[in-house]
């Protein structure tokens, strides 16, 4: 048996079995922490749990409809697309349905925000079944005070074009956002919170990046309500090193707690690097899930 023979087998056995311990008796609704729903942390943190494929890209080159099929078996119920690997958006769809996966968002270039760019990203989010499109990544000579601002004034822009298909653009923030830019303290996150316009644009934070860039995450999330409705779910080690979920220092239940206040509905797990990507996915479901 290949290895794309594998990953379909994988999610046609095992499937049925993880999706079923998915139902989980007294488990919180989607985004509830388990403080808040009637359940407690040791079965759950999150109901719905989401994974960016970035962490799978590997298995994704070889065999997207075995990956996703492997992903489904796993127990994960939502995946956030970072490219297609040159299939077209209805096979994918087709791929997403036969895995009993559902795909709210996916990360795009700037080229894809932008005149006839834009209007194909909306076609195929619409064909994929999403709403959000997320740009992930600025370069090195965007990371100023005025290259922020254009940025705001970019995703604004995207996103009322956006509003009148029923979606939605938000900005995946790494480090280098809370990098200082003046003596007065300001950040690119600061400026990006300021001049995004809450009712066009929305911010998905990674909580593993907001750690490294020296971010309250918590605090970010009180003092910003409604403006976080995505979010990246991996781990930090006290030395900054990123980690499967439940494998470093962050403090989830916490933050999931906050969930109602920032707004947030949608938590995909992914690890940048892992050594073995099924089984870093593994680890943080188990986490998550209680299981």
């Known amino acids: 048996m290949d290895r794309k023979q594998f990953l379909r087998a994988a999610g046609a056995v095992?499937?049925?079995?993880?999706?079923?311990?998915c139902a989980r008796e007294g488990a919180p609704a989607a985004g509830e922490s388990a403080a808040e729903g009637d359940g407690n942390a040791s079965q759950s943190l999150l109901d719905v749990i989401g994974l960016q494929l970035y962490t799978v890209r590997s298995l994704m080159a070889e065999d997207v409809a075995g990956t996703l099929d492997a992903v489904a078996a796993v127990g994960y119920d939502e995946v956030e697309f970072a490219g297609y690997f040159g299939h077209p958006p209805g096979a994918v769809r087709g791929w997403l349905d036969a895995a009993g996966l559902s795909s709210p968002a996916a990360h795009v270039g700037m080229e894809d925000l932008a005149g006839a760019g834009l209007?194909?990203?909306?076609?195929?989010?619409?064909?994929?079944?999403?709403?959000w499109l997320v740009?992930?990544?600025?370069?090195?000579?965007?990371?100023?005070p005025d290259g922020y601002r254009a940025l705001a004034d970019m995703l604004n822009a995207a996103g009322e074009t956006a509003a009148a298909a029923n979606f939605r653009v938000a900005y995946h923030n790494h480090a280098f956002e809370f990098d200082t830019l003046d003596d007065a303290g300001t950040t690119g996150f600061s400026l990006l919170l300021e001049h995004l316009d809450p009712a066009l644009a929305d911010l998905e934070i990674d909580?593993?990046?907001?750690?490294?860039?020296?971010a309250d995450s918590a605090a970010l999330l009180r003092d910003n309500p409604g403006r976080f409705p995505l979010c990246h779910v991996k781990d930090v080690t006290a030395d900054g090193r990123m980690a499967d979920v439940g494998a470093g220092e962050i403090d989830w239940a916490g933050l999931f707690a906050l969930s109602g206040t920032a707004g947030l509905r949608h938590f995909f797990v992914e690890h940048d690097q892992p050594g073995d990507p099924l089984a870093s996915?593994?680890?943080?479901?188990r986490y998550l899930s209680g299981t």
């Open 14 to 21: 095992c499937g049925a079995g993880w999706l079923a311990g």
């Open 119 to 131: 209007d194909t990203a909306i076609e195929t989010a619409s064909i994929v079944g999403q709403r």
């Open 135 to 144: 740009l992930p990544w600025i370069p090195q000579d965007m990371r100023t």
């Open 207 to 214: 909580f593993h990046w907001s750690a490294v860039g020296g």
């Open 281 to 285: 996915i593994e680890a943080s479901y």
